[in-house]
């Protein structure tokens, strides 16, 4: 009942001499509370989130719009009020139950299907964009490639807008054996040395390969590599 189609996909074709980290990506953070009155005072500890677009099977020119966070942020920590920025400079709020978000039992992961809004200021990350076994192999990532993560900076957060912050490491680790979590599940996972803080949960972790470094990797080139060229979606 949520869905809407729209076109707005953060650009994926990069050109030199553009700079590593598109200004689009950072507006392809939204920012989670626990209430609406911390959202709009901008306080209170909460959490990261970001949004992402499923292409329409019947519509291959539109898309659908996802939050997406990490499930302890949604449980845990009971942050579930969405704060996007609008194009006018101010900011605007979505409440959201427990019961809205999917929530896989296997992952910290939580979904949310959102209403497009004109007034929005943002920008998606499309599935194109998501690091897949065929692109690790194609352009060869691995430990060390460097990895960019986008979200809240509590401590300078922005309190009339929201205002994301970038951090910066390497993958240390590729998936292999889960990896264990706090609540004694395990799930896949990079293991990445990123100089991160708390409010940063649910926040999208890019790895990214130089334009020039590009054509080096390519190993088994295919259609995908031709349109999109990252960063790519490591994880959330």
Known sequence: PYATLFRSPIPTVWKPPMPPINEAYLDSVIYLYGSSADAKEGIAAGGSGFLVGIRSEELPENWYLYAVTNKH???????????????????????????????????????????????????????????????IEGMRIGPGDEVFLVGRFIDNRGLQHNTPSVRFGNISMMPGEPVGRSDDSKQESFLVDLRSLSGYSGSPAFVYISPGDLMYRRVNPGPGFAVTRGPWLLGV
């Open 73 to 135: 942020v949604v449980e845990n920590a009971q942050a579930r009020t969405i704060r996007f920025n609008t194009i006018e400079g101010g900011i605007d709020i979505l409440e959201t139950g427990i019961d809205e978000w999917e929530r896989p039992s296997a992952d910290d992961l939580a979904v949310r299907m959102i209403p497009w809004k004109d007034s929005h200021r943002h920008h998606f990350i499309p599935e194109e964009q998501f690091v897949t076994k065929d692109l």
